[in-house]
């Protein structure tokens, strides 16, 4: 992730760099100055700077965040990959303050690609906070059901640049969540659907453990 950022995040000229301009830097470039002020506290500001540093050779003293002309492709891939700099136990608050605003910028205006990878990245961030944040559990569950609905158009896409159909995290962490809640023929569904469309998953294990926990609970619904 951190080389994809350090190719995605290259100054386009390095006479553009100076002081401190509202319009540079990706907080210019994508207004986000109000909810940098409003969002973060000075110590955070200062943590956020001096960790986020996907270009190495960024000259000394300036950020992506506040100098340069910066190619990017949509504010909510930024917002969303800094987010994971941050997804630690320490820093979840910061990261989840990231990812929360990148949901604000449209979906509709990702690729087909794009928008595939943004649901990979808040399946996983937001269900490992499923038990520290309220919300974070039916985000998780959401972005697993946005990446299936655009699973059949993504497969394709995913084969011709890679080679391959890979497996899918959205099918995969909603079956799991599924199984947890006892839901078991719905997991069933999700799993046959997945296969359905030739991704990668161990689908046919899951179905097979799923369909002993479905006749255990119809065995114990019967007694």
Not at 46 to 70: M, Q, R, S, W
Request: one cysteine or more; aromatic letters at 14%.
């Amino acid at each position: 992730m951190k080389d994809f950022l350090m190719n995605l995040f290259r100054p386009l000229k390095k006479e553009s760099f100076g002081d401190i301009k509202s319009g540079e830097g990706v907080l210019g470039q994508y207004e986000l100055w109000d909810w940098w002020h409003d969002s973060f506290d000075d110590e955070e500001k200062e943590l956020i700077l001096k960790t986020y540093k996907p270009i190495p050779d960024y000259p000394e003293g300036k950020t992506v965040f506040t100098h340069g002309n910066i190619s990017i492709g949509h504010p909510r891939i930024f917002l969303s990959s800094a987010a994971l700099w941050f997804n630690n136990p320490d820093n979840y608050l910061i990261a989840l303050k990231f990812m929360d605003k990148a949901q604000e910028f449209p979906a509709s205006e990702l690729s087909i690609l794009d928008y595939h990878f943004d649901c990979y990245e808040r399946i996983k961030f937001y269900y490992r906070w499923r038990d520290e944040h309220e919300g974070a559990l039916n985000s998780a569950i959401l972005a697993c059901k946005e990446q299936i609905a655009i699973a059949q158009d993504a497969a394709p896409v995913l084969l011709k640049r890679f080679g391959l159909i890979p497996s899918h995290t959205g099918y995969k962490q909603l079956a799991i969540i599924y199984e947890k809640q006892g839901r078991f023929e719905e997991a069933i569904k999700v799993c046959e659907q997945g296969q359905g469309q030739g991704w990668s998953n161990d689908f046919e294990k899951r179905i097979v453990r799923l369909n002993k926990k479905l006749s255990k609970a119809g065995s114990k619904d019967e007694q």
